[in-house]
């Protein structure tokens, strides 16, 4: 599975966009971009995922470059409960085994 | 739904006892489930892969006979950690793959964790 990369912590005003970016500049074709976010003491709690096109569900969007060496993930309102660590990881369907790398902390600040 | 669970969420004990944590897809079946081990203010590390009904594949560095891992159905993986020691106080979490629903299929879900603390 390709490695990424995510920039270690990030600031959001609450109400505002956050948007986590993470690089994958050797993931594959069949590779899928997964983003979980783990809240303090809690399991990872498994956010949206794609491939190559751009996704939106009730928590997030994902927007996935057209090179697909990188993406994007938007929590469009973000408030006080999406503090978290984030973790993007590049997947190989049928795969297997989810390395977890250190994420992004993002901070909401009221 | 995909919601997955873990039992207990927490437990203490004493060294030198063995402990078994329980890990339940509670609607879908996941032929796969995955043990991670978390330290504080670290990224969860894989320790291993359980199969349905075959035996489990573990990470380079982690002891087989310390950590036995039991997948004897379609939605429980068992994990034991036997003679634990205060080293072996962490954060276990689990995770399933989901098998079957179209859109979601292979995505993991994970358990709520369950904190070791050995004394």
């Known amino acids: 599975d390709a490695k990424t990369t995510q920039p270690t912590s990030m600031d959001c005003a609450e109400g505002r966009a956050a948007n986590l970016p993470c690089n994958h500049s050797t993931i594959s074709g069949n590779e899928y971009v997964y983003w979980y976010r783990q809240i303090h003491s809690q399991g990872p709690q498994y956010i949206i995922h794609g491939l190559k096109n751009n996704e939106t569900n009730e928590m997030a969007s994902l927007i996935i470059t057209e090179d697909r060496k990188s993406s994007t993930l938007i929590l469009p309102h973000a408030t006080l409960r999406d503090t978290a660590v984030y973790y993007c990881?590049?997947?190989?369907?049928?795969?297997?085994?989810?390395?977890f790398g250190a994420g992004t902390r993002l901070f909401v600040k009221a | 739904g995909a919601v997955v669970s873990q039992h207990p969420s927490w437990v203490i004990c004493k060294s030198g006892t063995s402990v078994k944590i329980e890990c339940r897809s509670l609607d879908f079946q996941a032929t796969t489930m995955f043990w991670y081990r978390q330290f504080p203010k670290q990224s969860l590390m894989l320790m291993a892969t359980s199969n349905e009904g075959s035996k489990a594949t573990y990470e380079q560095g982690v002891e087989k006979d310390k950590f036995l891992i039991n997948h004897a159905s379609l939605t429980l993986s068992t994990l034991t950690v036997t003679s634990a020691h205060p080293e072996d106080s962490s954060f276990y979490i689990c995770s399933a793959r989901d098998d079957g629903r179209s859109e979601h299929v292979d995505t993991q879900y994970f358990g709520p964790g369950t904190r070791l603390t050995v004394l």
């Open positions: 990881i590049a997947l190989n369907t049928g795969g297997f085994k989810t390395i």
